[in-house]
């Protein structure tokens, strides 16, 4: 459940900025945030112009009573960026207070947004533009002060840029269940495959450090860091692949309450599941549905679509289990040579095309095994990008967690209802993906862009 949304009109004492400071006067560093905090207003609001280039029709509609019509979105994404930036950082005045309660993501379930009188295309478009417009002159004259947390290095300009790309993803996902053709493009993943690889690896067991202190736009819930000791394991190299689904399917792994948790089977059999969603069969051959066009399901892809009780059935069926959150975050970030945990699989560099299918810049997971200059320390491939993967863990707080700046982002979907997914996906935005990033969503879940890979114990002693 991909969620950056306060409250409008939250108030957020004593952090409106206090007079201006001219760039020229602020030091290197501050203008280097400043270059960087530009650059990605720009990428996350280019998406979001190519995401809604539609007809009114189409932004206007709503396409699953799961998601949001398509001009919610846009003009939710201008409304939280006023308010947080322009409202709490600028101290400026309501631009249009009569909105607020229109794009408040808590008083509003998605499948009533329809029926509000919300802003049309051009007034979405023309709200946002202007919000935007006055942010980069805010942005200019902000200073970057350590003095005030929700300023040091950019954190609130950071927040709302992934709360943008955030929301961009979930437009995409829209998009994959809009009927008729598709209107999006975009070529496919590289082959960047290096040959077989083992099945899995084991991870020795030992402590390592979860979260962080350091990660200067992490959220809530990736803080603090702490030591957790995690028991060896073994892991799969890459995601479960279509094929290896295929096979669980062809076994009747969906006719067997063997393989299901109670909980599992009675949604498996309420929902009448019995294939990844968007999958549907052809005589001998399975197809599906991806942004319009349907086509064969590739097998050598990882799966895609499937829910948490599906992928914990599938595993179950294997002989193995879901790796837990903790077993997940050590094996994409612990390093075993230096006993530090990276800021991503690879190391501490920012993502790039070669090592990570990230930001929407193919509309398809990569084939399993690609991206080798992406592996983790311990030879995992994939575990950045191509799809988010389900953990066993429940999302819960980390030792000494403190709501910040706001208790809507975190702090009340803790619990058993929600499961954890890790990594990122295809359409996860680099911005908004990085090894202490922590997604969840209820167990059901199928129309987000997830997967998974399988874990077994490792030896004892």
Same mark, same amino acid.
């Given at each position: 459940?991909?969620?950056?949304?306060?409250?409008?009109?939250?108030?957020?004492?004593?952090?409106?900025?206090?007079?201006?400071?001219?760039?020229?006067?602020?030091?290197?560093?501050?203008?280097?945030?400043?270059?960087?905090?530009?650059?990605?207003?720009?990428?996350?609001?280019?998406?979001?112009?190519?995401?809604?280039?539609?007809?009114?029709?189409?932004?206007?509609?709503?396409?699953?009573?799961?998601?949001?019509?398509?001009?919610?979105?846009?003009?939710?994404?201008?409304?939280?960026?006023?308010?947080?930036?322009?409202?709490?950082?600028?101290?400026?005045?309501?631009?249009?207070?009569?909105?607020?309660?229109?794009?408040?993501?808590?008083?509003?379930?998605?499948?009533?947004?329809?029926?509000?009188?919300?802003?049309?295309?051009?007034?979405?478009?023309?709200?946002?533009?202007?919000?935007?417009?006055?942010?980069?002159?805010?942005?200019?004259?902000?200073?970057?002060?350590?003095?005030?947390?929700?300023?040091?290095?950019?954190?609130?300009?950071?927040?709302?840029?992934?709360?943008?790309?955030?929301?961009?993803?979930?437009?995409?996902?829209?998009?994959? &269940?809009?009927?008729?053709?598709?209107?999006?493009?975009?070529?496919? %993943?590289?082959?960047?495959?290096?040959?077989?690889?083992?099945?899995?690896?084991?991870?020795?067991?030992?402590?390592?450090?979860?979260?962080?202190?350091?990660?200067?736009?992490?959220?809530?819930?990736?803080?603090?860091?702490?030591?957790?000791?995690?028991?060896?394991?073994?892991?799969?190299?890459?995601?479960?692949?279509?094929?290896?689904?295929?096979?669980?399917?062809?076994?009747?792994?969906?006719?067997?309450?063997?393989?299901?948790?109670?909980?599992?089977?009675?949604?498996?059999?309420?929902?009448?599941?019995?294939?990844?969603?968007?999958?549907?069969?052809?005589?001998?051959?399975?197809?599906?549905?991806?942004?319009?066009?349907?086509?064969?399901?590739?097998?050598?892809?990882?799966?895609?679509?499937?829910?948490?009780?599906?992928?914990?059935?599938?595993?179950?069926?294997?002989?193995?289990? &879901?790796?837990?959150?903790?077993?997940?975050?050590?094996?994409?970030?612990?390093? %075993?040579?230096?006993?530090?945990?990276?800021?991503?699989?690879?190391?501490?560099?920012?993502?790039?095309?070669?090592?990570?299918?990230?930001?929407?810049?193919?509309?398809?997971?990569?084939?399993?095994?690609?991206?080798?200059?992406?592996?983790?320390?311990?030879?995992?491939?994939?575990?950045?990008?191509?799809?988010?993967?389900?953990?066993?863990?429940?999302?819960?707080?980390?030792?000494?967690?403190?709501?910040?700046?706001?208790?809507?982002?975190?702090?009340?979907?803790?619990?058993?209802?929600?499961?954890?997914?890790?990594?990122?996906?295809?359409?996860?935005?680099?911005?908004?993906?990085?090894?202490?990033?922590?997604?969840?969503?209820?167990?059901?879940?199928?129309?987000?862009?997830?997967?998974?890979?399988?874990?077994?114990?490792?030896?004892?002693?």
């Amino acid at each position: 459940m991909l969620n950056a949304d306060p409250k409008p009109g939250t108030a957020i004492p004593g952090t409106a900025v206090q007079g201006t400071a001219a760039p020229g006067s602020d030091n290197r560093e501050a203008e280097a945030v400043r270059e960087r905090i530009a650059g990605e207003l720009l990428a996350a609001r280019e998406r979001t112009a190519g995401l809604t280039a539609l007809d009114d029709h189409d932004l206007t509609a709503q396409h699953s009573p799961l998601m949001s019509p398509l001009v919610w979105d846009l003009a939710h994404i201008g409304n939280q960026e006023e308010l947080w930036l322009l409202r709490n950082i600028g101290g400026r005045a309501p631009m249009r207070p009569e909105i607020d309660p229109l794009y408040d993501a808590f008083e509003h379930p998605r499948a009533e947004r329809p029926k509000l009188p919300l802003l049309p295309p051009d007034e979405a478009r023309a709200y946002a533009h202007e919000v935007r417009g006055r942010v980069l002159d805010l942005l200019a004259a902000t200073p970057m002060d350590d003095e005030l947390p929700l300023l040091r290095d950019g954190f609130a300009f950071g927040m709302i840029v992934q709360h943008e790309q955030q929301h961009d993803e979930t437009m995409l996902i829209t998009h994959q &269940l809009r009927k008729g053709p598709g209107v999006l493009a975009a070529p496919p %993943p590289p082959v960047t495959a290096t040959g077989p690889l083992p099945a899995e690896v084991l991870i020795p067991g030992g402590p390592f450090t979860m979260g962080t202190d350091t990660e200067p736009w992490s959220l809530d819930n990736e803080r603090p860091a702490h030591q957790v000791e995690v028991a060896a394991f073994h892991l799969d190299t890459t995601p479960v692949s279509n094929g290896a689904y295929q096979r669980f399917i062809a076994d009747g792994g969906y006719d067997n309450p063997r393989w299901w948790t109670a909980e599992g089977w009675a949604h498996r059999q309420q929902a009448g599941l019995s294939a990844p969603l968007f999958w549907s069969r052809d005589g001998g051959q399975w197809l599906r549905r991806r942004f319009g066009a349907v086509e064969p399901v590739p097998a050598d892809e990882p799966v895609l679509h499937v829910s948490w009780y599906e992928a914990d059935a599938y595993a179950r069926w294997a002989g193995r289990r &879901l790796p837990t959150e903790a077993e997940w975050e050590k094996a994409a970030r612990h390093d %075993p040579a230096t006993g530090r945990s990276r800021r991503y699989p690879w190391g501490d560099q920012e993502p790039t095309a070669e090592l990570a299918n990230l930001g929407q810049r193919h509309l398809r997971p990569a084939p399993v095994g690609s991206y080798p200059e992406g592996e983790s320390a311990y030879g995992v491939r994939q575990l950045m990008g191509d799809v988010w993967e389900w953990t066993a863990s429940d999302f819960t707080p980390y030792p000494g967690f403190r709501a910040w700046p706001y208790k809507e982002y975190s702090e009340v979907f803790f619990g058993p209802e929600y499961k954890v997914l890790r990594g990122g996906c295809f359409a996860a935005a680099p911005v908004a993906s990085r090894g202490t990033f922590r997604n969840w969503d209820y167990p059901i879940r199928r129309q987000i862009f997830a997967g998974f890979r399988t874990a077994r114990d490792g030896e004892v002693g």
